[in-house]
């Protein structure tokens, strides 16, 4: 057996869960393991390597990010060495011909859909992380896999742990065959949960009661919940005053201040709780805490240790320019280091991040603090995870720490073969509750969902490939296809029920064709008029309210007519937006704020003006006090009655009729009336919420091939497929045209638009620096909402961006009217800096003209921008149908592949 000379090669025994799934796959079965973070999942990855060397075939380990490629890769070559294994990226590609290649998951989509030839003699497809297809952004890449792969290729597919791996592997088994789940739970490593109160170190679950019995609920320590309570109430005596009333919010206590960075890390490291990850959630936040640690006397090497660090970092950063080094912050990075704490984000330096990673992973640097990134699979166990927070900023909003991320940050704590026990730190501030905390650490519930969606370059590679007819089909096995049939199930069973007890309630009506049925539904029609009138009389209200706060000017004395602020009040600034216009005021009770159309049943009418001086400052006390009294002065008088609107239900013929005819109904004089009414009543509410049932089941059903038809027809319109071949959902073939050609091999975010300024030539006549200062926009995104950069230091560039945006308003037209998502609008923030750098100019001239809101964007996201623009300039070159922008594209690439963005480019 295969799994006996593997085992065989290995430094340690194998676990149950990992010689479950070898086995099954050895049998020639899919599997997938689903395992916690640390417990060795890859072993599996690393036998179907091993199965397919043996058989003489190939094996492709796909991974979600480059980093974790060129991790494996390395890996591999240890063990296989050079001539067997090869590395394909969007930056590398190393012996692409070798048996068995690492290559990230959108090198291997874009493979299947231009059916390489290195897809020959393919047995073997690692799927590590396989729970990205969760991720709104690229999820969909793995599940174009999963359902494009030949039957023929076993699938190893690799998890971490999530709630319903048997609805997934259920799926799995559904698309590609014979597939067996493989789920363990158990932590190689245990992990004790603490929390950090000052400088004290206290358990979260009182762990004598559970050695006790393993199996009771666990129970949060007693003298954690003592001790808090007793924090609380010295908090409360602290922060009394004379009038009796308690300063600061949850807990009562704004006093506190948690213990320095430095004294967490010297607590950790007195206890042997080092190395240790940080979690803060913000790159300014892990620059903020080195450079705390670094003027304190923190130091965690030796002098020995120091000159290691010193090889491994000339290593990794001796290609960088010197002349970079200060704007790089190299010498306060390399500072840090060499005294053990480093950060560690994704707007580092590339070469600085994978020094740290090597670094720690050799036990060096043994403080580092990280934003959550460095929990997606990068291979950096700590002894000890330190959360300063259960709460970040997801994108749009700050919102608490899920079970999952929570279990997912943690999970790096305790290195299997090293430690004996991980340790999972939360620091207390107020507002955080121990019970909250546990609530975190001992949920396990982490459903998977799919995030998969077709997209323009998906549906042309579809219906080139095989058809609309298949391609439909195709879509209908999709992951994202069958979670929304499992939920429909329980919607129909539902829909079913109310039917039956609509007929029910029908027959106590007297049947549908009797006439106090008849009457119930006349009254459900009355009603229906009178909540649509309602509805448009709140809309009209508020669209009023809105013109009326648009028109008001600087100085416009008001009355708002409800509200705790009701009374008058003076324009300080205005606002002209037109859907949502906030203006700001200051009432006679020196209150001053934004008000909103909520506050104005009547339009807001200017009773009179007063004047303001040039400049107010209505955050002080005083500049309130003084326009308030000037406001009283001015005579002004608030109306006493604001007056009623007249209901649009007064004056509605239709809803008049309706009320005439329910009147002289028959059933109207019944004395039965009010009893038949509330089964009515019963009937049409039911009737109601079965509509609505039935609506979101047909939104449901076959979504996924109502969204790729409506794709088609936009395609089609646009000379992507031909016309003729678009048809009923039987048709077989669609033509591709030269343009849907070039659209297939255009893999953007924005590739229809990308497609289209090929198409119509909107980039012709750019130089390579210009060329690439217009592609960025179709990459780069701002940190800042609201930043889309300035119009381009050229006029060529500013013409090219024009006509890219007038093409992208075309596109969006188009989507809305054939219900499509919208391709995002073109971003300029990068535009400058990247004209700046493949202009040769200087580093530091490159990322002032890139910041968002006058700071210079950090090194790392300037190399990851770069690197974007160089992918989809490299697609251009490919693709674009004139050849001076072929050209130019070529050039363009050479020129910012410079510097930094040369220097490891991983």
Known sequence: MELEVFAAQLKFSLDRFQSEACRALEAGHGVLVCAPTGAGKTVVGEFAVHLALASGRKCFYTTPIKALSNQKYAELVERYGKASVGLLTGDSSINPQAPVVVMTTEVLRNMLYADSDLLRGLSHVVMDEVHYLADRFRGAVWEEVILHLSEDVRLVSLSATVSNAEEFGSWMATVRGDTEVIVDEVRPVPLWQHIMVGRRMFDLFDNDAQAQDPAARLVVDRELVRHLKQREAAARLESWEPRGRVRGGRGGNTNYRPPARPEVIARLDEDGLLPAITFIFSRAGCDAAVAQCLRSRLKLTTEEQAAEIAEIIDR???????????????????????????????GMLPAFRHAVEELFVKGLVRAVFATETLALGINMPARTVVLERLVKYNGETHAELTPGEYTQLTGRAGRRGIDIEGHAVVLWQPGIEATEVAGLAST????????????????????????????????????????????????????????????????????????????????ERVRARERQLERQGRTDRRQDAVESLTALRRGDVIAIPVGRRSGLAVVLEVDSDATDPRPLVLTEDKWAGRVSAAEFPMPAKALGTMRLPKFVDHHTARSRRDLAAALRSTGIVAPGRYGKRRSPASSDRELATLRRALRSHPCHSSPDREQLNRIGERYNKLARETETLRQKVAATTNSLARTF?????????????????????????????????????????????????????????????????????????????????????????????GETVQLWSALRADEVRHRLPLTREPDLGFVTAVYKWARGEPLVDALLAAGDRGQALSAGDFVRWCRQVIDLLDQVHSTAPDPEVRSAASKAVGAIRRGVVAVDAA
Request: glycine share 12%; net charge negative; proline share 3%.
């Open 709 to 801: 038809d409506r794709i088609l027809g936009l395609l089609g319109e646009r000379d992507y497929i031909e016309q003729g071949e678009l048809g009923a959902a039987g048709a077989t073939g669609h033509g591709i045209t030269e343009n849907g050609r070039r659209l297939a091999r255009i893999y953007s975010e924005s590739d229809l638009l990308v497609a289209e300024c090929l198409r119509h030539g909107a980039w012709k006549g750019l130089g390579p620096a210009e060329l690439a200062a217009v592609v960025s926009s179709m990459v780069y995104e701002s940190r800042q909402d609201g930043d889309v950069g300035d119009r381009g230091p050229t006029g060529p560039i500013r013409h090219a961006l």
């Open 444 to 523: 396990r519930t982490f459903p998977l969902r799919s995030s998969f969606r077709p997209a323009y370059n998906m549906s042309i590679n579809l219906i080139d490939r095989m058809g609309a007819r298949e391609s439909r089909s195709l879509l209908e096995r999709s992951f994202a296809q069958y979670q929304a049939d499992r939920s429909v199930v329980g919607l129909v069973r539902t829909v079913e029920r109310n039917d039956a007890a609509l007929a029910q309630l029908a027959d106590q009506l007297g049947g549908v064709d009797g006439e106090f049925f008849e009457y119930a539904q006349l009254r």
């Open 316 to 346: 990794h950063t001796g290609a960088l320019p010197k002349a970079d080094l200060a704007v790089l912050g190299y010498w306060e990075w390399r500072e840090g280091i060499e005294r053990g704490i480093a950060g560690h984000h994704a």
